[in-house]
């Protein structure tokens, strides 16, 4: 429905891609070589990734997110979380709620 996807390898190329494009929800997975999901979610937050990205929206995807780890549950790094294996409804449920949520907060 007039999405496209971008696949990033590492949390750095995620941050590089961040800022040289414009997209408009994140899915990023936890578990990353070189740059690991959290610290690129933090980076983003930080500004790391252009000022107007600070907000985008970031869906966590983790074998733990249902561990209680405070880290994913933190809603000022990432918006949402879905725990592996994903099922293909709750995610594109999750991708379209945070979506429209995001959009709502920055229409004027």
Do not use: W
Not at 33 to 41: A, T
Not at 89 to 98: C, F
């Amino acid at each position: 429905n007039g999405h496209h996807v971008t696949e990033a390898q590492n949390g750095e190329e995620v941050i590089t891609l961040l800022s040289n494009g414009q997209f408009d929800c994140i899915l990023m997975d936890i578990e990353m070589p070189v740059m690991d999901g959290l610290k690129s979610s933090i980076l983003i937050r930080q500004g790391q990734a252009g000022e107007k990205n600070r907000d985008i929206p970031i869906i966590a995807l983790s074998v733990y997110a249902d561990t209680g780890d405070t880290a994913l549950q933190d809603r000022s790094v990432l918006t949402d979380f879905i725990r592996k294996p994903v099922n293909v409804k709750t995610l594109l449920n999750t991708i379209g709620d945070n979506i429209t949520r995001a959009r709502a907060c920055a229409a004027p």
